[in-house]
Nanobody, 123 residues
Framework: VQLQASGGGLVQAGDSLRLSCATAKRTSSNNAMGWFRQGPGKEREFVAA????????SYADSVKGRFTISRDNTKNTVYLQMNSLKPEDTAVYYCAVGRSAYSGSSLEGYRYWGQGTLVTVSS
């Protein structure tokens, strides 16, 4: 199982980034996808999730209105558009494949994880 996350980098506060996570079709098919992050010295936390058909999304309160999750099932790829970035968004961002078509915000709801991509937001 392979999830390849990309798009991280060093940006300034207020900038935007778009993360991508490509998977094998058999891995993400019929399953929700999610993004999580782990900041320095912090536990991994939920960021956003999207259902298999893209008809349902959910976000952490800290990113609502700034981040948008989307997916393209023809490309087996999930995206995270991050706008108005803040220094507190600095973290390693992980994509994950859910255990079902709708997965929530719990880490236990996801069974496959990518290697992570680092996002650093300077003030």
């Amino acid at each position: 199982v392979q999830l390849q996350a990309s798009g991280g980098g060093l940006v300034q506060a207020g900038d935007s980034l778009r993360l991508s996570c490509a998977t094998a079709k058999r891995t993400s098919s019929n399953n929700a996808m999610g993004w999580f992050r782990q900041g320095p010295g912090k536990e991994r936390e939920f960021v956003a999730a999207i259902s298999w058909r893209g008809d349902s999304t959910s976000y952490a309160d800290s990113v609502k209105g700034r981040f948008t999750i989307s997916r393209d099932n023809t490309k087996n790829t999930v995206y995270l558009q991050m706008n108005s970035l803040k220094p507190e968004d600095t973290a390693v961002y992980y994509c994950a494949v859910g255990r079902s078509a709708y997965s929530g915000s719990s880490l236990e709801g996801y069974r496959y994880w990518g290697q992570g991509t680092l996002v650093t937001v300077s003030s």
